[in-house]
């Protein structure tokens, strides 16, 4: 087993930077100062590998303090880019999910705490019973105002107050669990996505949303879900590993198309301008990884942006 490594100050981690791995630091302050705002391991642990001679513990040659930290803040705004495409998605669904439920099975809370009003089957029973216990808990927090109101002023919290309280990631396992009818009724307003392509695609933004909250490493992020196969692939010519699509499957990509079906093309265009533009202005500021790499990093095909030159079709 190694040995635990030992505390070192800010000071201290810039000169091992410096004088045992070879980065060219230009100003020593600016360097300690990221380092008390960022750590040493966000940074570093974070966004080094891809400066690293591969195989090798060994920064290319050249590779400057400046360029990891401009890597790191690329990453920065994309968390905040992707974020609030993600947040616009969760809102969409909240109302969808509480209108369609409460058109069918009325607004009282009884109605979200019956295990029978959701898709019980075998398969799905014990997703069905955690759900509506995470409803229950839900339904008698007192951390919201709102909650707090409804429970003493009307004695009933229906599904449209109670569904702000709840996750992505509950969102996500509710839909699982909806009636087939109200799936169906979901989806309608997303054009043409079926119903199992709205859950792979609410499993991976699932994911991708946790990694943006919680300030993680997005560019090269994977999930273990994938997203279907959509005609969107086979028009962008996405490269293939015998029957398994390279790109847009379970990497950022793939979120960028689920945007491309989730999000109104107006909305898209401007998404997609701007993530441009930040990819544009990282390649600019990174010496020592091209356009291309960064691409494949991210899971992105070279033709990514001719995305929005087709047609969403069956």
């Not at 920064?59 to 890597?71: A, M, N, W």
């Not at 960028?256 to 109104?264: D, G, K, W």
């Not at 997609?272 to 990884?289: F, G, P, W």
């Given at each position: 087993m190694l040995s635990q490594k030992k505390f070192s100050t800010f000071s201290e981690q810039v000169e091992w930077l410096q004088n045992e791995k070879h980065l060219t630091i230009s100003n020593k302050q600016?360097?300690?100062?990221?380092?008390?705002?960022?750590?040493?391991?966000?940074?570093?642990?974070?966004?080094?590998?891809?400066?690293?001679?591969?195989?090798?513990?060994?920064?290319?040659?050249?590779?400057?303090?400046?360029?990891?930290?401009?890597?790191?803040?690329?990453?920065?705004?994309l968390r905040e880019l992707f974020f609030k495409y993600l947040l616009q998605i969760e809102r969409h669904l909240r109302s969808l999910m509480s209108y369609y439920f409460s058109e069918q099975y009325g607004e009282e809370q009884s109605a979200y705490l019956d295990i029978h009003n959701f898709n019980n089957s075998r398969k799905n029973h014990n997703t069905v019973v955690r759900l509506v216990s995470t409803l229950q808990r839900a339904a008698t927090t007192n951390d919201y105002a709102y909650i707090n109101y409804y429970r003493t002023t009307y004695g009933n919290i229906p599904m449209w107050v109670l569904i702000n309280v709840l996750t992505f990631g509950n969102l996500s396992k509710m839909y699982k669990v909806f009636p087939q009818s109200l799936q169906s009724k979901v989806c309608k307003n997303f054009g043409i996505i079926n119903r199992k392509q709205m859950e792979q695609f609410l499993s991976v933004l699932t994911k991708f949303r946790n990694v943006c909250a919680h300030g993680e490493r997005?560019?090269?992020?994977?999930?273990?879900?994938?997203?279907?196969?959509?005609?969107?692939?086979?028009?962008?010519?996405?490269?293939m590993n015998g029957i398994q699509y390279q790109y847009g499957k379970n990497d950022l990509f793939a979120v960028?198309?689920?945007?491309?079906?989730?999000?109104?093309?107006?909305?898209?265009?401007?998404?997609?301008?701007?993530?441009?533009?930040?990819?544009?202005?990282?390649?600019?500021?990174?010496?020592?990884?091209?356009?291309?790499?960064?691409?494949?990093?991210?899971g992105f095909p070279p033709n990514w942006k001719d995305i929005t030159r087709y047609r969403l079709t069956p």
């Open positions: 600016y360097a300690e100062d990221v380092l008390k705002h960022i750590g040493y391991f966000p940074l570093m642990g974070g966004y080094k590998h891809l400066f690293r001679i591969p195989l090798t513990k060994k920064y290319k040659d050249g590779t400057s303090f400046e360029e990891i930290v401009s890597l790191y803040n690329f990453d920065k705004e997005l560019f090269t992020y994977r999930t273990i879900d994938n997203i279907s196969d959509l005609p969107l692939h086979k028009k962008l010519s996405v490269p960028v198309i689920a945007f491309r079906y989730l999000i109104p093309i107006s909305d898209f265009r401007i998404f997609k301008r701007n993530l441009s533009a930040l990819i544009d202005h990282a390649s600019k500021n990174l010496v020592h990884i091209n356009n291309d790499e960064l691409l494949n990093r991210m």
